[in-house]
């Protein structure tokens, strides 16, 4: 079966680091570029980090950007994402998605075909 | 950035009623957009890629269509499973960037 779960959420104060990880399954992880997406409380789906296959691709979004670090172990099959000088806002469900590239007329698309479960980061005092 | 813009937030229908969702882009995305269901506690699923591509297991009551700025998602029996949030995406740039959902509720 084709899935992905996320561990390592928590209680973090304002400040502080965690690290997620998200363990993927029944698929050929180093083939697929992966991403984290989250969503807060009462919100939509926020799009947080993309890193390609090889790791030579990595994309952030301005609201993480200097204090989060997306990396990958190709060998474990994991994704991971550091997270430094957290803040309340972000304060989410946080979701390893894969990114497939499908093939629609001769053009080639691409969508979060698989999504884990996600990871609940509470940063509070 | 790429803004996109969904109406309506939320609605009320019945099971047997057609739904239609729409979503709008800030700019052309051509036919990059993707729509999603999502259920309290659970993954986020994808209905619908490259503007009106089923997904592979989504039932045939799901369709999408649109080009350019605007695109809509229409269910056409609402079935009881269908109560849910549902998500556009685009992925025509980074950042990629979702719209702000709209939730499906029982009349």
């Known amino acids: 079966e084709v899935q992905l779960v996320e561990s390592g959420g928590g209680l973090v104060q304002p400040g502080g680091s965690l690290r997620l990880s998200c363990a993927a399954s029944?698929?050929?992880?180093?083939?697929?570029?992966m991403n984290w997406v989250r969503q807060a409380p009462g919100k939509g789906l926020e799009w947080v980090s993309y890193?390609?296959?090889?790791?030579?691709?990595?994309y952030y979004a301005d609201s993480v950007k200097g204090r989060f670090t997306i990396s990958r172990d190709n060998a474990k099959n994991s994704l991971y994402l550091q997270m430094n000088s957290l803040r309340a806002e972000d304060t989410a469900v946080y979701y390893c998605?894969?990114?497939?590239?499908?093939?629609?007329?001769?053009?080639?698309?691409?969508?979060?075909?698989?999504w884990g479960q996600g990871t609940m980061v509470t940063v509070s005092s | 950035d790429i803004r996109m813009t969904q109406s309506p937030s939320s609605l009320s229908a019945s099971v047997g009623d057609r739904v239609t969702i729409t979503c709008r882009a800030s700019?052309?995305?051509?036919?990059?957009l993707n729509w999603y269901q999502h259920k309290p506690g659970k993954a986020p699923k994808l209905l619908i890629y490259?503007?009106?591509s089923l997904q592979s297991g989504v039932p045939s009551r799901f369709s999408g269509s649109g080009s350019g700025t605007d695109f809509t998602l229409t269910i056409s029996s609402l079935q009881p499973a269908d109560f849910a949030t549902y998500y556009c995406?685009?992925?025509?740039?980074?950042?990629?960037?979702f719209g702000g959902g709209t939730k499906v509720e029982i009349k």
């Open positions: 998605a894969r990114l497939y590239y499908f093939d629609s007329s001769g053009w080639e698309f691409d969508a979060f075909d698989i």
């Open positions: 029944g698929f050929t992880f180093s083939s697929y570029s």
């Open positions: 890193i390609s296959s090889s790791r030579n691709t990595i």
């Open positions: 700019q052309s995305i051509s036919d990059y």
């Open positions: 490259a503007a009106s």
């Open positions: 995406q685009q992925s025509y740039s980074t950042p990629l960037t």
